[in-house]
């Protein structure tokens, strides 16, 4: 039995989620929003979106089509973001939980470079160690977007998916953009 710690508990947690995301098929509704972004008359397409289950690329949206604004659980960074270097998760979150404690059996992620313990690429409340190169180049896909948009004076059609008011990342985008 492993003992029980906050880093070993820390990363049963996000095995845990991992698993889930992961192992989770998309449901239909990013189906029907990738079919609708290839409507003839449907020149851009973008999703704006808190989720850091990477279902909008795992249901074929390209990545320079999606901006997960909280990063995403497929990819690793540094706990201290010392390193500035943001990695595939691959098996890394693939833990040995142990059911008594609840806590991860064997080695912990770590960081390829300074071997200190590597943490999944998300944006969490009071984050100050959020590594945003990711999320940055994800940005810049954005604003190019929403400037094509503004170039070609194009109609802006906003679908929210499930945006709620706990915390209204997108909710918010959705209501400024382009105003």
Known sequence: SEKHNTANFGYAFWAYRYNAYTSSVPHVGYEIA???SNFNNIKYAFSFTSNIDGH????GWNESEVLECHG??????????CCQRIW????????EVDPKTDCAIGNLP??????KFARPNV???GDWKFLDIRLNEQTS????????????KAKLLIIELGAG???????CESERAFT
């Open 141 to 152: 896909h954005y604003d190019t977007f929403k400037s094509n948009i503004a170039k070609i």
């Open 56 to 59: 909008w690329i795992k249901s």
């Open 110 to 115: 770590q960081c390829p470079d300074c071997k």
């Open 34 to 36: 990738k079919r609708w």
């Open 72 to 81: 995403s659980v497929n990819y690793m960074q540094c706990i201290d973001k």
């Open 165 to 171: 008011t706990a915390v209204p990342t997108v909710r």
């Open 123 to 125: 944006l969490m409340f």
């Open 88 to 95: 595939n998760t691959d098996n890394a979150l693939n833990l």
